[in-house]
């Protein structure tokens, strides 16, 4: 679980400025984004599905060099852009009969419009109820945050 600053967000066409020369090693992942409707504390896993809205992919941008440097993940990872999100929202209803757990959803990571990744939201470490639980019982869920 890593925290981003608000204004690494940005759209999924924007470009992505290099934060030279603060950094000289940038990664890059494609994320399932999880959109919040209803927000919520101290939510269990089995009720995960009435906090959820539904579903984006994020690129999450992480400066490699920035992360070792400072030994922690906050910096590296929340340069202004570092977070391009969309381009669209699929409410959770249109994806199998309103899961609030999407499986085998596939995600594709393009630089420059060429494919350098490909995965599957399968390969998750966390389910989504995972997640709702696991952060909300430190942090109040508010409608329209995004849990990647």
Known sequence: IFTKS??????PDNAVAHPSPASSKMDYEGELGVVIGVGGKDIPKEDAGKHVFGYTIV????????????????????????SPIGPCIIPKAELSGGAADPRALSIVTRVN????????????????????????????????????
């Open 6 to 11: 608000t204004s690494s967000v940005c759209g």
């Open 113 to 148: 419009g060429e494919v350098r990744q490909t995965g599957s939201t399968s390969d998750m470490i966390r389910d989504v109820g995972d997640l709702v639980e696991c952060i909300s019982s430190c942090v109040t869920l508010r409608p329209g945050g995004v849990l990647v």
């Open 59 to 82: 690129n999450d941008l992480t400066a490699r060099d920035v992360q070792k440097a400072h030994q922690q993940w906050f910096l590296g990872k929340s340069f202004d852009g570092f």
